[in-house]
């Protein structure tokens, strides 16, 4: 009877382990490029807002869910902590965009852009895409 329950235990430790694998590795890391393949039509982006003399610190979140084009090519701003957390990432290429602030200005609505007293400047923007889109919607790019 020990003999079973060890083998059991065993067995289920065997396959604890395979099913895991390598599931704490993140599929990408900061600063990969990842192009969308069929257009994500209600991604959320946020804005941060704050002080511009300080603004490493964010005082405000705003955001909206606006249509990333198929075609798009986004940079991973984050190495995300496993294969399941989000991927943080902003926009480098937009068709023949590839000005920083000609990307953000067409993504981003004016707005979100604008100063308001009660928000602050608008600092910077990401979106935050879910994981199960690599392979599916977006591709790693080489």
Partial sequence: MLKLKVTILAALAAVFAIGCGNASAPAVKEGDLLEVITSLPRERFEAAYGDLENPGVALNVDGSHVEIEAGTVLKV????KDRNARI????VKIGDLTSDSEIRDHIVPERFR??????????????SLDPEYLGNQVKIKN
Avoid: D, Q
């Fill in 77 to 80: 701003l984050v190495t995300p």
């Fill in 88 to 91: 943080e990432v902003i926009p």
């Fill in 114 to 127: 604008e100063f308001r007293e009660i928000r602050g400047y608008f600092l910077y923007y990401s979106f």
